[in-house]
């Protein structure tokens, strides 16, 4: 195995060990706030100044989820710009993008730490500092 292998490999390690660690009270403190940040670009808002006070780490996490998805649906639009496929790239992309915020909005009411298929861990690696 190559060194980055094994970096990768230990990296995922800590990523999964990260996500068990939150004790069960400390989720729900922050699953309202968690949930609050999925409903709306106002939600995300409101719920990252809240947790700017609390530094709820379950929250924080759903935040950067939101977030991610937002700048996604954001990208999105800016494709919608080019001439015929991007009208079909963002329309199959918004889609997508709907059964993702679905799935993550369904993490939050399950009060799991669970990223979105494809760029939800991405979400939490570019966004980190969030």
């Not at 706030?33 to 409903?39: D, E, T």
């Amino acid at each position: 195995m190559n060194l980055s292998k094994i970096n990768s490999m230990s990296e995922e390690v800590n990523t999964q060990a990260k996500r068990v660690a939150a004790p069960p009270s400390y989720i729900e403190e922050g699953k309202t706030m968690a949930i609050i940040a999925y409903i709306t670009i106002f939600g995300l808002i409101i719920a990252f100044i809240i947790n700017n006070d609390k530094k709820n780490s379950f929250s924080a996490y759903h935040i950067r989820q939101s977030l991610g998805l937002g700048i996604t649906g954001v990208a999105l639009g800016i494709v919608n710009v080019i001439p015929i496929v991007g009208g079909l790239v963002s329309l199959l992309g918004s889609i997508f993008l709907i059964v993702l915020w679905v799935i993550a909005l369904m993490g939050a009411f399950d009060g799991k730490e669970k990223p979105v298929p494809i760029l939800g861990d991405k979400y939490q690696e570019w966004l980190k500092s969030i």
